[in-house]
């Protein structure tokens, strides 16, 4: 395996630190990979993005974290359930990304049984701009409910300029109610949009 980690500052996703390291894991076991050491230059708010590869570079796993230089702060009142934050970590920086309008959709739809899956694919075109957080929705009809209960593969996920994921969602047809399936598209930075589902 190979895992990585990347740090970029926010909004502009400049680098600010990149390691890899290569490393033979066995089966249900944990290694520690690398440290991030103290890194200079970050903006208030950060991501970091973790990503493990197989041996054949194939994206196995991959995290996106959003930190602050200014943490949380604990405060000294505590029970078994909680403890107060004296002050709440500066996460502000995330609504200085721009609005990215850069994302496309793409479905498809197979039916057997009663069952449906659609086949989604997201693609960030920006060549600058991150889709931070975004979520695809099967709706009943033109923008209308999400189908209920859905199953997706993932969901809430962060695509860089250029990148494309594709998901599945599950469901039961007589959830739509009769309606027809349409996708639904939505970001923390992404203007929601919709499409057909054929």
């Not at 991959?62 to 405060?75: A, I, K, Q, R």
């Not at 709440?88 to 449906?116: F, K, M």
């Amino acid at each position: 395996m190979t895992a990585s980690v990347t740090v970029y500052n926010i909004p502009t996703l400049a680098q600010q630190y990149t390691n890899q390291v290569a490393l033979n894991v066995p089966a249900n076991a944990s290694t520690q990979a690398f440290t991030i050491p103290t890194i200079s230059g970050l903006s208030t708010t950060y991501f970091i993005r973790l990503q493990l590869r197989n041996s054949s570079s194939q994206v196995v796993s991959n995290n996106l974290y959003w930190y602050s230089t200014s943490p949380d702060t604990l405060g000294n009142k505590s029970n078994w359930y909680s403890t107060a934050v004296s002050n709440y970590a500066n996460l502000t920086g995330l609504n200085t990304l721009a609005s990215n309008s850069s994302v496309t959709a793409a479905a498809s739809r197979t039916i057997a049984s009663g069952q449906e899956t659609v086949t989604i694919t997201l693609t960030n075109t920006s060549a600058t701009n991150i889709a931070f957080f975004t979520r695809a929705e099967v709706t009943a009809g033109n923008n209308g409910l999400e189908v209920l209960p859905v199953t997706y593969t993932e969901n809430y996920i962060s695509l860089f300029p250029g990148e494309l994921i594709t998901i599945t969602a599950k469901y039961a047809t007589a959830d739509l109610g009769g309606q027809s399936p349409y996708l639904r598209v939505r970001g923390y930075n992404v203007p929601q949009f919709l499409i057909m589902v054929p």
